[in-house]
C-alpha cells in the first residue's frame, strides 16, 4: 500500500509539473510574441529613418534594400503576430517566426556585404545603424527561436551578431527577454 501511495504521488507530482511548465511555456510564448509584435511597429519606425540614408553614395544600396525589405516584411510579422494571437496554434507561430526570418536574413546579408565596403570611419559610424536594425531583428528572432525549439535562427545570424557590440546584444536581449548568453546562440 506504501508504495502504491508513493508512486500515485510521484505521477500526480509529475502530472502538476507537467501542467505548470505548459502554463508557463504559453505565457512566455505570449510574452514573446507581444514583444515582437510591439518591436515590428518600433523598427518600421526606425526604417523609415533609412529612406534618407539611400544617398549615401557608398551605404546607399545597402540602406535601400534593408528599407524596401523592412517596409514589406515588418506588416507581415505583426499580422503573423496577430494571428497567432487570435489562433495559438504552433502553424501561427512558425509563420511569425518564418516571417521574422525572412526579414532577418535580408538584412543580415545587407549587413554583412556593406561591411565589407565600408572602410572610412564615417562609413562605418553610418553601417552602425544598419547593425542595429539587424540587432533588433535578430533578437526577434532570437526569442521566438528561444519559445520554441523547432525555430531555427536566420542565416548570417552568428556573422552579424559578431560585428555587434556586446553592450548592444546585452540591450536587445534585455529587450526580448532572453539571456545575453542566448542571443550568442549558444
Do not use: H
Not at 553601417?127 to 527561436?145: C, E, P, Q, R
Amino acid at each position: 500500500m506504501q508504495k502504491a501511495y508513493s508512486i500515485l504521488l510521484s505521477v500526480l507530482m509529475c502530472m502538476g509539473l507537467c501542467v505548470f511548465n505548459t502554463g508557463c511555456s504559453s505565457s512566455q510564448t505570449a510574452k514573446t510574441v507581444n514583444i515582437v509584435v510591439a518591436e515590428a511597429g518600433v523598427a518600421l519606425q526606425s526604417a523609415a529613418a533609412f529612406a534618407q540614408l539611400r544617398n549615401d553614395p557608398t551605404l546607399g544600396a545597402f540602406f535601400d534594400s534593408v528599407y524596401s525589405a523592412a517596409v514589406a516584411d515588418l506588416p507581415l510579422i505583426k499580422d503573423a503576430g496577430a494571428a497567432w494571437t487570435a489562433n495559438k496554434s504552433a502553424g501561427n507561430l512558425s509563420a511569425l517566426s518564418a516571417a521574422v526570418n525572412t526579414l532577418a536574413a535580408e538584412v543580415n546579408a545587407q549587413v554583412l556585404a556593406a561591411n565589407k565596403v565600408a572602410n572610412t570611419d564615417s562609413e562605418k559610424s553610418v553601417l552602425a545603424a544598419l547593425l542595429l536594425f539587424a540587432a533588433t531583428v535578430n533578437g526577434m528572432a532570437a526569442a521566438l527561436s528561444g519559445v520554441s525549439a523547432k525555430l531555427l535562427l536566420p542565416s548570417g545570424y552568428r556573422e552579424v551578431l559578431a560585428l555587434t557590440p556586446r553592450s548592444t546584444q546585452e540591450q536587445v536581449a534585455k529587450a526580448y527577454g532572453v539571456a545575453p548568453e542566448f542571443m550568442g546562440g549558444m
